[in-house]
């Protein structure tokens, strides 16, 4: 494990020197969040229940909140600096370390992930918690959230990874990244809840890793769910899901490695 703080204390370092990221993110969370709200106001005042899809307007305000958080913390930029490692060539470097390299970036991204949910993700939140109702949770469901939250980061995590080693293949991977970041929001959750999604849609999330990057720990934060066993089993398909891709990682390394070619001094 020493070995890869070191990459941990790198990832920080690297971020650091760029502190006005920390504002801009905030100012882009806080705007998103402001226009998803405003819209579902909109959609609530037309309804004489005050309820769709089992989420009344406190409860669903709360999920695009926290959505919105989730997916910030989660972009702990993996894709983006393993495709410029293999554009610059620098990736030569990573193959003599005697270190996991997706390990190592997993320890280089980890710190990113923490330290924009603690400079923005809790101010954003701590904001909207002050101008909006919001819905508070049960101590059960923060337990549950806090667990499916670590899961999630796996899962995202081996998600960007794998984009990244997409630089192998071609030598610019900007526009595999933002169909990415377009299909991951989308059948994450971050943009509709799975449960307000057209049926045939909403199946299709469910069979996808990206639901358990927002829907899942959401549905468990909000206590969506039927009893604990179901609650497992949101927890267990994450798992299942964060075990498969991490597996999936490790095979697309060795094959990347068998396919890079370096050259010059």
Request: hydrophobic letters at 55%; one cysteine or more; charged letters at 10%.
């Amino acid at each position: 494990m020493k070995r890869y703080a070191s990459f941990a204390g790198a990832g920080l370092q690297a971020l650091l020197q760029y502190r006005s990221t920390f504002l801009i993110s905030a100012v882009t969370a806080t705007t998103a969040v402001g226009v998803q709200v405003f819209l579902w106001r909109a959609v609530y005042a037309g309804r004489e229940s005050g309820m769709l899809g089992g989420f009344d307007l406190p409860t669903l305000t709360t999920y695009v909140l926290l959505a919105q958080i989730l997916g910030l913390v989660q972009a702990n930029r993996v894709d983006e600096e393993v495709s410029g490692e293999v554009q610059r060539g620098d990736i030569a470097v990573s193959l003599v370390r005697p270190v996991s390299y997706p390990l190592a970036r997993f320890a280089a991204g980890l710190p990113v992930s923490l330290t924009n949910a603690v400079l923005v993700a809790v101010p954003v939140l701590l904001l909207y918690a002050v101008l909006l109702p919001l819905t508070t949770p049960t101590a059960t469901g923060v337990l549950l959230f806090v667990c499916s939250a670590a899961l999630s980061l796996v899962i995202g995590f081996g998600v960007n990874l794998l984009v990244g080693f997409a630089g192998f293949v071609t030598t610019n991977i900007w526009g595999v990244r933002v169909v990415k970041d377009t299909v991951v929001a989308f059948f994450a959750g971050q943009v509709v809840p799975l449960a307000l999604m057209p049926g045939p849609l909403a199946a299709v999330a469910h069979v996808l890793p990206f639901q358990g990057m927002v829907d899942g720990p959401l549905r468990l934060l909000l206590g969506h769910y039927d009893g604990l066993p179901d609650a497992a089993g949101i927890l267990a398909v994450q798992l299942l899901w964060a075990v498969a891709l991490s597996g999936l990682a490790a095979v697309a390394w060795r094959g990347a490695v068998r396919r890079v070619e370096v050259l010059g001094g």
